[in-house]
């Protein structure tokens, strides 16, 4: 999901079921499209215009004050003190919501300028399979999509015994770094979770070596930074958390970008010599985690060969990967309720290691 500087295009909720292999899959995709460079339609360019005066102004049905948490959730900071490598935000916090903006007949919201991350923990009311996943929400690190692809992704973990921690990381990152358009920063504050919940791994029930990443388009490019990028933070040791691995144990990531070099209106991307060339710097060796990808081949924002070329490099590392390519569907699938339904797994997900306890 990308925002400033993008285009949005709305559209109703459409079901879509398949069956790859031996994982059953249902997808509910509330689809609405998001493009990087280009303007499609009136409701695009509002939506552009509306993120402008925002980020400028702070103002457009955005409340002043930072995102908050249902309650029963508490967020922490994961900084104890300044932040590394600290950016300057174009404003204060805010909530970012309009009327107009709907998937599955449901608002949804973005989050902008954050420059304070957090984390907040949502544990299972009832059975706790010792499992936890770290929550990446997408939005071009330029904003997040703090519902659609944070807590309804944290709702729908609980539900299956899960426990999910919400990363509410910095945005926006400007200007974004290289080729690829990444954020050093975002990827510090992700490693830095990581190891916090390793680190309370005890206190919160989990199992220490059960602990994985899941993300959505920036968020899914950020499950790909996190599993390959462990051996070292972007940041000085702070304090003993600072010195637990920070490697996920499992990856999980849904239409992510900033892997490939090309975009979906490229019309020679198909006819490059390298048409599946990977981010270089998302190394890949045999000890990256076992990852599921999926990714829509018309995706008008993140090209699907950002799955393709990771899914390879993870085949060629002999790592465990599953890639599901669907023939349609618009960027921003979502998870859970809105989004797409994982119901059996990834065969490696549903042998029992990523969820016992």
């Not at 029963?72 to 916090?93: C, K, N, R, S």
Request: with cysteine.
């Amino acid at each position: 999901m990308l925002v400033a500087g993008s285009s949005l295009a709305l559209q109703r909720a459409a079901a879509v079921s398949f069956t790859l292999g031996i994982t059953s899959v249902a997808i509910r995709a509330g689809s609405y499209r998001f493009r990087r460079r280009h303007y499609v339609g009136a409701n695009m360019k509002h939506l552009t215009f509306a993120l402008c005066v925002v980020f400028a102004c702070g103002e457009l049905g955005a409340q002043t004050n930072v995102w908050k948490p249902s309650p029963g959730h508490t967020q922490l900071p994961i900084w104890p003190g300044a932040v590394p490598d600290a950016q300057p935000v174009p404003g204060p916090e805010a909530v970012l919501s309009e009327t107009n903006w709907v998937v599955a007949e449901k608002p949804f919201v973005f989050v902008v300028n954050v420059s304070q991350p957090t984390m907040t923990v949502y544990s299972p009311k009832g059975i706790n399979a010792g499992v936890a996943v770290v929550v990446f929400p997408g939005g071009g690190y330029n904003a997040l999509a703090i519902d659609l692809e944070g807590t309804e992704i944290c709702d729908w973990l609980n539900s299956k015994g899960i426990t999910a921690v919400l990363l509410k990381y910095r945005v926006p990152t400007k200007p974004k770094v290289g080729r690829y358009a990444e954020s050093p920063q975002a990827l510090e504050d992700a490693q830095r979770t990581l190891g916090l919940v390793r680190f309370h791994a005890a206190e919160w029930h989990i199992n220490p070596y059960k602990i994985g990443v899941i993300g959505f388009s920036a968020g899914g490019h950020m499950v790909a930074a996190t599993s390959t990028r462990f051996d070292k933070r972007l940041y000085p040791a702070i304090d003993a958390a600072d010195k637990v691995s920070c490697r996920p144990d499992f990856a999980l990531a849904f239409y992510p970008g900033h892997l490939s070099p090309f975009h979906p209106d490229d019309p020679d991307s198909w006819t490059h010599e390298n048409q599946l060339e990977l981010n270089p710097n998302v190394r890949v060796t045999s000890n990256t985690p076992p990852t599921f990808l999926l990714q829509a081949q018309n995706d008008p924002v993140d090209d699907v060969r950002n799955s393709m070329a990771y899914s390879l490099a993870l085949r060629n590392a002999k790592v465990p990967v599953e890639l599901h390519c669907m023939r349609r569907a618009d960027t921003a699938l979502g998870c859970g309720a809105r989004g797409f339904r994982l119901q059996n797994g990834p065969s490696w997900w549903r042998s029992g290691w990523a969820q016992s306890g």
